[in-house]
Every structure is written in C-alpha cells, then in structure tokens.
C-alpha cells in the first residue's frame, strides 16, 4: 500500500512539475539592434510584441500587431501575466530605456525568451521602417526647415528631450541654469521628440538627450547623451 502510495505522489508531483514549467530550450535576455529584432521576430511566429511606452505614445505610432502594456502602470505585474511565460517576449519603447528595465523584470518574473530593441521607436522609424498609427491624432511638429529659422541668428542651443526621458529631466535644471546665465550671449530652444517626430527622423536622431549648438545657422556642435555642465561649456566654449 505504502508503495502504491508513493508511486501516486511521484507521479503527482511530477506531473505538477511538467504542468508548471515545460520549456526546454535555452534562457533568453538580450538587447538587439533593429535590423536583428525586426529578422527575429519573423523566424518567431509565435512571439508575443509588447510596447511598453504609454497609451498616447502607443497611438501616436507603433509596431504592427503589438500590445500596449505601460510599464509605468500600477498593474503592470498583473497585465503581463495575461502573456504565455514560455513564449517569445519581444519589447521596445522610444529610445530603449524604458524597454530595457521592462525585460530585466520580465525575466524576474520567469518569462523565458525576451528580446528587447536597442534605440527603440527612435532607431526603428530612423531605419525606415513601418509604422501603425493608432486613434490619437498624429503630431507632425517643426520640420528641419521650421528650425533652420529659429536658429539663424546668433548662439541657440537646442535641447531634444522627452517627458519620460530620465536623462533628460536630470539635466534639465542644468540646461535652464545655463541659459539665465548666458542669456546674453544664447538662446535654449527646447523641442520635445514626441511631439516633433518628422524632425527628428529627417535629422535621424537615435537616442535623447540630444543637444546642438547652432551660430548663425551653423551647426558648430552636437551631443547625444547626459552631460554635466563644466564638459558642455569646454566641449562649446560658452
């Protein structure tokens, strides 16, 4: 009977086992470029797509086939459960940021493929490739001839940034600083990437922070990235 019994277990158990987790191929976290990502999602039919930007982002233009889930939601935990565990996980967002941090707690969470997109929407759309629009109206901003003439005369230094741009909330007191400091001498003109798309693209800006420094309609310097104000002033020599 005891035999009987412990046989029953055995089996229970390892039926639960094989129930709970019955993927056999190999862990995957990893960050790939667009050409990489766009070629993997399409030898993975069965891939689950998820931007994880926010709604209005998500409407303003997204892949084909992907599901907005914000990772800045307070259910974010709960929305991603709904997703097949032993399935392919493909993320993006804007610049890759966000994206990033989404696969670091997918893989927490015991998802066992993730692919995220370097650069995001930023690199994608600067490669060219296609975009589903969603309901929200689009935003099609300045376009490069509208800011050839608001940097035409004298020191202006353009500020691309974002709202959920970390970097660029962290530079931005220093950015604002600056400008009251040598508002005789500059202008800040601060353009926001999500509300002024088509110039980013004609531009083909990858990544924000991105900043530019124009004299008298010449570009005379560029930066992408944070930069901390002494390195901004001796790379300009404002």
């Known amino acids: 009977m005891k035999r009987i019994l412990s046989v029953i277990l055995l089996c229970s158990f390892t039926t639960l086992f094989a129930c709970k987790d019955d993927y056999k191929g190999p862990l995957v976290n990893t960050t790939l470029p667009v050409e990489e990502y766009e070629k993997k999602m399409a030898e993975l039919p069965d891939e689950q797509l998820v931007d994880v930007r926010t709604t209005e982002e998500f409407n303003a233009g997204h892949l084909k086939d992907a599901r907005n889930i914000n990772i800045e939601a307070k259910d974010f935990n709960e929305q991603i459960a709904s997703l097949k565990k032993t399935r392919p996980v493909f993320?993006?967002?804007?610049?890759?940021?966000?994206?990033?941090?989404?696969?670091?707690?997918?893989?927490?969470?015991?998802?066992?493929?993730v692919y995220n997109m370097d650069g995001?929407?930023?690199?994608?759309?600067?490669?060219?490739?296609?975009?589903?629009?969603?309901?929200?109206?689009?935003?099609e901003g300045m376009s490069e001839e509208d800011l050839k003439k608001q940097v035409a005369k004298g020191y202006v230094l353009v500020d691309y940034n974002a709202k959920w741009c970390g970097p660029c909330k962290k530079m931005n007191p220093i950015l604002e600083g600056l400008a009251e400091k040598k508002k005789d001498k500059m202008i800040l003109l601060k353009i926001d990437a999500d509300e002024n798309p088509i110039l980013l693209t004609q531009k083909k800006i990858e990544g924000i922070p991105y900043l530019e420094l124009y004299k008298d309609g010449q570009l005379v310097w560029k930066h992408e990235g944070y930069i901390e104000e002494a390195q901004l002033l001796t790379e300009t020599q404002l």
């Open 91 to 113: 993320v993006y967002c804007k610049s890759g940021g966000r994206s990033s941090r989404a696969a670091d707690k997918l893989k927490e969470l015991g998802f066992k493929q």
């Open 120 to 139: 995001g929407m930023m690199k994608w759309q600067t490669a060219g490739k296609p975009v589903e629009v969603g309901s929200a109206p689009t935003t």
